[in-house]
């Protein structure tokens, strides 16, 4: 009987501890607001935090990596759009190695567009902080900095212009 009681209280045990798995949830969904980030910029020493961002602008964060293509990709598809995203600021983020990241801007010429920035996440916080699981990663804010919605993987350009005017 002690045994048949042992086991039952052990599923019972199991049961919740596995329950309580499913509220652990990233911190973006608790935090509307644009995250606390800080992104060491090409120039090696000037770093790029939320407080640097436009007051004005909708924001679109993207965490990617210089040697994914489907980050690629979308850099590319941003670049042959750029002029549809002239009051929209672009938060380009990595965690990869610093030399990769210059590589990818020099690749991309993306120093000429005023409204993109790349840094480095040298703390790995957007992906612990969005649980990010596959890239390109994109968040999306509007000109309050309040968060729209979160995207992960190729989304279009017309998608994304239409997440950023809600």
Do not use: W
């Not at 652990?24 to 606390?36: A, E, G, H, V």
């Not at 938060?91 to 005023?114: C, G, H, Q």
């Not at 790349?118 to 994109?138: A, C, M, N, W």
């Not at 509007?142 to 919605?149: A, M, R």
């Amino acid at each position: 009987m002690k045994k048949i009681l042992f086991f039952i209280a052990s599923i019972i045990i199991a049961g919740n501890l596995f329950a309580q798995a499913d509220t652990i949830q990233p911190p973006y969904k608790k935090f509307n607001t644009f995250p606390p980030i800080k992104l060491l910029l090409p120039d090696s020493s000037t770093y790029y935090t939320k407080d640097d961002l436009p007051k004005k602008d909708a924001v679109m964060l993207m965490l990617f990596s210089p040697g994914c293509s489907h980050c690629r990709v979308e850099t590319d598809s941003l670049l042959k759009n750029i002029d549809k995203f002239a009051n929209i600021r672009i938060v380009m983020a990595t965690t990869m190695p610093f030399e990769d990241m210059v590589s990818f801007i020099r690749e991309f010429k993306l120093n000429k567009y005023p409204n993109i920035v790349v840094g480095r996440d040298e703390q790995f916080f957007i992906p612990v902080y969005f649980g990010v699981s596959h890239l390109p990663f994109l968040a999306f804010y509007d000109k309050k900095k309040t968060l729209i919605s979160v995207f992960e993987g190729d989304m279009k350009i017309d998608n994304i212009l239409t997440e950023l005017k809600k």
